[in-house]
């Protein structure tokens, strides 16, 4: 059996050595700048019961996910209801017109949006599972601007037809436990909960209620 002189491990152990640590700034850089795009691309909802962290999906629907984080960058999703909530299907919010609790109109919400222009649909590959996000629009596919809805079970006859945006990845519990609609009255609520905030970027304290 052969070896290696002993003088040769060592130089080629210095070798290795020295080029990590030439690597180690590089690798260390990397890893933040991935934290800091995880970051700005999660968002948070605060409910009653809890914290829902949400994966956005910026690659796949760019403009939808630049006007949710603008709009909870901005403090316009804080305090508006889940104005339509169905049973095994999904959980609709984001009505900043009509749907605040500070000046919430029970007659018109659902039908507003926000101030800013209505966005053309970026249908995509992500199917609508239990937790997918996904904009809610009239009836023309362009028509999405501020309200969206989160998935209580699958949902397929909704792929391509509806922009997924993200889906939760903490906190699904929380959602399924948003105060339900009317099966009556296509599952509106009556004293709905409420988005108590909603940030963007995840948070590190438990997201249960305190």
């Not at 509106?188 to 909603?198: C, I, L, N, R, T």
Request: aromatic fraction near 10%.
């Amino acid at each position: 059996m052969k070896f290696f002189p002993f003088h040769l491990i060592q130089n080629i152990m210095k070798k290795y050595l020295a080029l990590l640590v030439l690597l180690l700034p590089v690798l260390m850089t990397e890893a933040q700048t991935k934290n800091k795009s995880d970051a700005e691309n999660t968002l948070t909802i605060e409910l009653k019961d809890g914290k829902v962290v949400i994966e956005l999906f910026p690659d796949d629907a760019p403009k939808h996910v630049e006007r949710i984080k603008k709009l909870a960058s901005e403090g316009k999703y804080d305090g508006v209801a889940f104005h339509r909530v169905i049973d095994g299907f999904m959980a609709q919010t984001g009505d900043i017109e009509f749907g605040n609790k500070k000046d919430f109109n029970s007659g018109s919400v659902g039908t507003g949006g926000s101030d800013l222009p209505d966005l053309p649909a970026e249908f995509n590959s992500h199917k609508h599972e239990k937790g997918t996000c996904s904009m809610a629009r009239a009836a023309s596919p362009n028509s999405a601007n501020s309200q969206f809805f989160i998935c209580f079970e699958p949902a397929p006859f909704l792929d391509n037809q509806y922009t997924v945006w993200g889906k939760v990845v903490k906190g699904m519990e929380f959602v399924d436990k948003i105060k339900m609609g009317s099966s009556s009255a296509n599952g509106s609520v009556k004293d709905p909960d409420f988005m108590q905030k909603v940030t963007v970027g995840s948070t590190k304290k438990s997201d249960k209620k305190e």
